[in-house]
C-alpha cells in the first residue's frame, strides 16, 4: 500500500505595494476596528516579523494573518465591508407608509374590519406585485396596529352557562 506524501504548501510571501512607514500611517488613521488589525499585521509583517509572532503578538490566529495577506496580495480592500451593506430596500417604501397607516385607522370599505388579506391586498395595489399576509402582518406590528377580529366562538356553546361560569369565577 502506496500513501500519498504530504506536500508543503508554498511559502507566503508579503508583496509589498507601500512602505512601512505609510503601513503604520494607515494602521494608525483606520477607525474601523477589523481594518486597524489588518494593517497592523501588515504593518507587523513589513517590519520583519514572522507570520506567528504577528499572530501571537495580535492575538489572532496563523491562519487569520495568512488571510490578511492573501487580502493584500490580491489588492482587495482592508475594510470590514459588511459595515457598508446597505441592505434589501423596504418592502413599504417610506412614502407609502404613511398613508398604509392611515388607510388601517379607517374601516375597511368592504366588511369594516382589516384582515391581514385586506391589507395584503391594499398593498399589492400600491406597489404592484403580490404581497404575501406575513409581510402585511409584519407592517401592520411596525406601524404599531394588528388586524382588529372578534375572538372565535364555538357553534355549540351555551352562552347561559358561560354567564354563569363568568359569574361565578369571580
Do not use: C
Not at 32 to 39: I, K, V
Not at 47 to 62: C, F, H, K, M, W
Not at 80 to 108: M, T
Request: overall charge positive; aromatic content about 8%; charged content about 30%.
Amino acid at each position: 500500500m502506496q500513501l500519498a506524501q504530504h506536500q508543503r504548501r508554498p511559502r507566503l510571501e508579503l508583496q509589498l505595494r507601500h512602505h512601512p512607514d505609510h503601513l503604520h500611517a494607515l494602521y494608525r488613521e483606520s477607525q474601523d476596528q477589523t481594518e486597524r488589525a489588518r494593517w497592523h499585521a501588515l504593518w507587523l509583517l513589513a517590519r520583519g516579523q514572522s507570520i506567528p509572532e504577528v499572530a501571537r503578538n495580535l492575538g489572532y490566529t496563523d491562519r487569520w494573518v495568512r488571510q490578511v495577506i492573501h487580502r493584500y496580495n490580491q489588492g482587495l480592500p482592508m475594510k470590514n465591508l459588511r459595515h457598508e451593506n446597505k441592505g434589501r430596500a423596504p418592502l413599504v417604501p417610506p412614502e407609502l407608509q404613511e398613508p398604509f397607516r392611515q388607510a388601517l385607522l379607517q374601516p375597511h370599505p368592504r366588511d369594516g374590519l382589516w384582515s391581514i388579506r385586506h391589507a395584503a391586498e391594499w398593498l399589492a395595489e400600491r406597489l404592484g406585485r403580490p404581497v404575501d399576509g406575513r409581510r402585511a402582518w409584519y407592517w401592520m406590528r411596525r406601524l404599531g396596529l394588528a388586524p382588529l377580529r372578534p375572538r372565535p366562538r364555538h357553534r355549540e356553546a351555551d352562552a347561559k352557562r358561560q354567564e354563569a361560569f363568568k359569574k361565578s369565577s369571580f
